[in-house]
C-alpha cells in the first residue's frame, strides 16, 4: 500500500509523495545497506493505459511484499511507481515487475522489447547510487512546489486547441446527466452484436455464440456529443459501470428486447458484486444462465484478484461461463487459463504474428494447447489471413468482422439453395 497524504487537493496528494520518498531516502542514510529500488515508468505509456484502475492494478500487485515489510511504495505525480525494497527480495520484485508489464503488454511501447525494457522500467542500487537518487528524487520534489504556473494567453490557446480536438473533458456534472440519461432512454438502437464462430476449412461459419455491446463512440455521438468520454479515469469507470446496469436491465426484458442463441457481454467484476447483478440473477432461469458468458478485462480481474476470484466462483456455480477478454499473444504466455479458472480467453490477432515465422507459430501451438483449442477465441479477425493462422495453431473459435461476412454470405448461399429447391418444386 502506497503512502497517501490525508490532503483533499489531489496536486498536494501528488506533490507529498515526492516528498515522502525524499525522507524515506534520507532516513536510508546510514542504513543503505542491501537496499535497491525500482521504479516503473507509468508515464511513458499511451493514455487510455494511464487510467486509475490501471495504476490500482500496478500498485496492488506490490502489497505482498509491503505488508512483509519488505519495502515501501510510492505514487510519483506523474503516474509512475517507485519502489524501494531489501535486496533479499529482489526475485520476488522482479517477478512483480513481469506481472505489471503483463497488465499494460498490449501498450505500442512492447512493440519493441529493447526500448520496453529501458524506457518502462528503471533499476537502481540505493546503497552505492545513493547520492544520485538523493539528487533525483529532490528535483523531482522541488518540481512540484513550482509546477502550478499562472496561465498566459499561450496556456489557453493550447488547452483551448486541445479541447477543439479532442472533446469537452468529462466532469462529475456531465457525468451525472449521462448517468440520469442512461437510465431513461432506450439503448436497443446502439446495442451491436458480433458472433464467436467456428470455421470450417471450407470457411463456413459455425455461430457458438453472440456478443453483444453498446459502441462507446455510439453512445457519446448519441447522448454525449463534443465529450471525451476517457479523459477522466474515475468517471470514465463509474460511466462503465452505469453502462453495465442498463445493459443487464436491457436483457432482463426480453419483451423489448430478443435476444436468441447463446450470448455473451463485457461487464466490470464490482457490477458482478451490485444488487443490480443480484436482481438480474433472481430473475432469469438456470437455463437461461448457462447461455450467457460474463466477459471481463484483463485489467479489471488483476485490478482485484482476490474479488474476481469471488465472483467468479459466485457466477460459475449458478452456470454462467467467464470468458477472459483483451489478451495478447505476450500476456498469453503469462497466464494459465485452467488455473484462473476461466472458461475461455480472448487474444486480439495482430498481423505481425505472421511475421514471428515458424518459431512464433511453434509457441502459440504449444500456448494454444495448454489453454486448450476450444478454449481460445481469437478476436479482430478482419481477413482471412487472421482466421488462416488461427487454424495453423489450433484455435478454433473466431471473432470479428471477416467472420460477420462470413456469416452474411453463408446466409445468402442457403437463401439461394432454398430458391433453387422451390423453382425445382415449382412453388417459387
Not at 488547452?159 to 469537452?168: F, I, N, P, S, Y
Request: proline content about 2%; overall charge positive; some cysteine.
Amino acid at each position: 500500500m502506497a503512502l497517501r497524504s490525508s490532503s483533499s487537493s489531489t496536486h498536494m496528494h501528488r506533490r507529498t509523495q515526492e516528498q515522502l520518498l525524499l525522507e524515506y531516502l534520507r532516513r536510508l542514510e546510514n542504513r543503505r545497506e542491501g537496499r535497491k529500488a525500482v521504479r516503473i515508468n507509468i508515464s511513458s505509456l499511451m493514455p487510455a493505459n494511464r487510467r486509475e484502475h490501471h495504476i490500482r492494478a500496478a500498485t496492488n500487485s506490490f502489497e505482498g511484499l509491503v505488508s512483509e515489510l519488505m519495502g515501501q511504495l510510492f505514487e510519483l505525480k506523474n503516474m509512475d511507481i517507485f519502489f524501494i525494497y531489501k535486496s533479499e527480495a529482489h526475485t520476488r520484485v522482479e517477478d512483480t515487475v513481469q506481472k505489471v508489464k503483463f497488465l499494460f503488454s498490449d501498450d505500442p511501447l512492447f512493440d519493441e522489447k529493447d526500448r520496453s525494457e529501458a524506457e518502462f522500467v528503471t533499476w537502481y542500487d540505493v546503497e552505492t547510487g545513493y547520492d544520485d537518487l538523493i539528487k533525483m528524487v529532490r528535483e523531482m520534489s522541488d518540481e512540484g512546489r513550482t509546477e502550478k504556473r499562472p496561465a498566459t494567453r499561450s496556456n489557453v490557446r493550447a488547452a483551448l486547441k486541445a479541447r477543439q480536438e479532442h472533446g469537452e473533458p468529462l466532469s462529475p456534472e456531465i457525468l451525472g446527466r449521462a448517468v440520469k440519461a442512461l437510465q431513461r432512454t432506450d439503448l436497443t438502437s446502439l446495442v451491436r452484436r458480433q458472433f464467436v464462430c467456428g470455421v470450417s476449412r471450407k470457411l463456413v461459419p459455425e455461430p457458438m455464440f453472440s456478443e453483444l455491446f453498446i459502441s462507446i463512440m455510439d453512445l457519446r455521438e448519441t447522448m454525449m456529443p463534443g465529450i471525451n468520454l476517457t479523459s477522466n479515469r474515475w468517471l470514465f469507470q463509474y460511466l462503465t459501470e452505469s453502462l453495465d446496469k442498463r445493459v443487464l436491465s436491457l436483457l432482463s426484458k426480453t419483451d423489448r428486447f430478443s435476444i436468441t442463441g447463446d450470448i455473451s457481454f463485457n461487464v466490470n467484476v464490482t457490477t458482478l458484486m451490485s444488487p443490480e447483478f443480484m436482481a438480474f440473477d433472481d430473475g432469469i432461469s438456470a437455463a437461461r444462465r448457462g447461455s450467457m458468458v460474463l466477459e471481463l478485462q484483463k485489467i479489471d480481474i488483476f485490478a482485484d484478484l482476490g474479488a474476481f476470484l469471488f465472483v467468479r466462483e459466485f457466477c460459475q456455480e449458478k452456470g454462467y461461463r467467464i470468458c477472459l477478454d483483451g489478451l495478447t499473444y505476450q500476456n498469453m504466455s503469462m497466464i494459465n487459463r485452467a488455473r484462473l479458472g476461466v472458461d475461455y480467453v480472448k487474444v486480439m490477432w495482430n498481423p505481425e504474428l505472421v511475421d514471428g515465422g515458424s518459431e512464433m507459430k511453434k509457441k502459440l501451438r504449444d500456448l494454444v494447447k495448454d489453454a486448450g483449442r476450444t478454449h481460445v477465441i481469437l478476436a479482430r479477425c478482419d481477413n482471412r489471413e487472421a482466421v488462416d493462422f488461427g487454424r495453423s495453431v489450433g484455435i478454433s473459435l473466431f471473432q470479428g468482422h471477416f467472420i460477420e461476412h462470413l456469416i452474411a454470405e453463408d446466409e445468402r448461399r442457403r437463401q439461394l439453395l432454398k430458391l433453387k429447391h422451390r423453382i425445382e418444386r415449382g412453388t417459387a
